[in-house]
Every structure is written in structure tokens, then in C-alpha cells.
């Protein structure tokens, strides 16, 4: 029965800068992994980054790592993506998501039970 809902989406230059949010409903958020994922047209979904329930450890993908920054207000029910130096290959839809599971899952798309609907993400070069 989680709902989440992403924005901050938009078309950005490189070199430029957004800040993604996902917002949460129930008042059982701090319960939940939460992680992000991006799909571009004709690529499989995949992970970019992951934070554990009370936001003491975080994982990204190599490609990321620098550049972007998951982060998570519990009080709010809500996860953030802060993403830097876009290139146009980060181009996507974005996604959130939330699991029940280990953290220690949390890089693989099947042990997330929660979707949300996507904010594109578009770098103009």
C-alpha cells in the first residue's frame, strides 16, 4: 500500500544541476529501504543509489559516485537525489523505490515491492 511520488524532473544542461524528491505516503516510511533507478528509451531499469532505514549507510553505482547524493528525511517521508555535473547520457526517467528487504539487497531491482511513476530527467549538451 506504499505510494510514492517523484519531481524535480526537468531539462537541465550539462554541467548543470537537480534535485530530485520522492514523497511517501503512510506513517510507516522509516520501515522502508528506499533507493533510486533511472531508465533510458530502450535500456533496462538500473540502480543508482540506495540508503538504509535510518540513513546511516548508502550505496551508488560507479558511474555516480561524485556526482550524485541520496538522502532522506524521515519526518518528512520523503528521499532526495541530488544530482551534479549531468552529462546528456543521464538522461532518463527516474525512478524511486522502496523495500521491506536487507539493505544489503538493495542494489537489485527485483527486492523493491515499490514503484513510483518517474520525473524525466533531460541533459541538453
Known amino acids: 500500500q506504499m505510494q510514492l511520488v517523484e519531481s524535480g524532473g526537468g531539462l537541465v544542461q550539462a554541467g548543470g544541476s537537480l534535485r530530485l524528491s520522492c514523497a511517501a505516503s503512510?506513517?510507516?516510511?522509516?520501515?522502508?529501504?528506499m533507493g533510486w533507478f533511472r531508465q533510458a528509451p530502450g535500456k533496462e531499469r538500473e540502480f543508482l543509489a540506495a540508503?538504509?532505514?535510518?540513513?546511516?549507510?548508502?550505496s551508488y553505482a560507479d558511474f555516480v559516485k561524485g556526482r550524485f547524493t541520496i538522502s532522506r528525511d524521515n519526518a518528512k517521508n520523503t528521499v532526495y537525489l541530488q544530482m551534479n555535473g549531468l552529462k546528456p547520457e543521464d538522461t532518463a526517467a527516474y525512478y524511486c523505490?522502496?523495500?521491506?528487504?536487507?539493505?544489503?539487497?538493495?542494489?537489485?531491482?527485483?527486492?523493491?515491492?515499490?514503484w513510483g511513476q518517474g520525473t524525466q530527467v533531460t541533459v541538453s549538451s
Open positions: 523505490a522502496a523495500t521491506l528487504d536487507s539493505y544489503y539487497n538493495s542494489g537489485r531491482r527485483g527486492a523493491y515491492g515499490y
Open positions: 503512510g506513517r510507516t516510511f522509516s520501515n522502508y529501504v
Open positions: 540508503i538504509s532505514r535510518a540513513g546511516g549507510s548508502i
